[in-house]
Nanobody
Framework: QVQLVESGGGLVQAGGSLRLSCAAS????????MGWFRQAPGQERDIVAA????????YYVDSVKGRFTISRDNAKNTVYLQMNSLNAEDTAVYYC????????????????WGQGTHVTVSS
């Protein structure tokens, strides 16, 4: 079992930055690949970025490449999402999730989820 708690969301102007954090507890954190998903109003929840257990491999959806950076600190049991150059299309609830295997990007493949943190980008 893994418990996940996101933080760091909020209201930011277009062009600004936010850093989301996701603190994990309950199991060996480094065993899990981690993903950040987001869900905009009326939309499905989709992958934004993912990182392997060691942190050595990362994945980004095309719309955030060059703007977002996923990282993890296994000593602190925490995964981060640094978001720069935010725009209105980034407005969503952001969720972190844990998966036993790296390289999977579908909602149903992730085993554990946080409660989400709201990000609102004003234009």
């Amino acid at each position: 079992q893994v418990q996940l708690v996101e933080s760091g969301g909020g209201l930011v102007q277009a062009g600004g930055s936010l850093r989301l954090s996701c603190a994990a507890s309950g199991s060996i954190f480094s065993r899990y690949a981690m993903g950040w998903f987001r869900q905009a109003p009326g939309q499905e929840r989709d992958i934004v970025a993912a990182i392997s257990g060691s942190g050595g491999s990362t994945y980004y959806v095309d719309s955030v490449k060059g703007r977002f950076t996923i990282s993890r600190d296994n000593a602190k049991n925490t995964v981060y999402l640094q978001m720069n150059s935010l725009n209105a299309e980034d407005t969503a609830v952001y969720y972190c999730a844990a998966d036993e295997y790296y390289g999977r990007y579908l909602l149903r493949e992730y085993d554990y989820w946080g409660q989400g943190t709201h990000v609102t980008v004003s234009s």
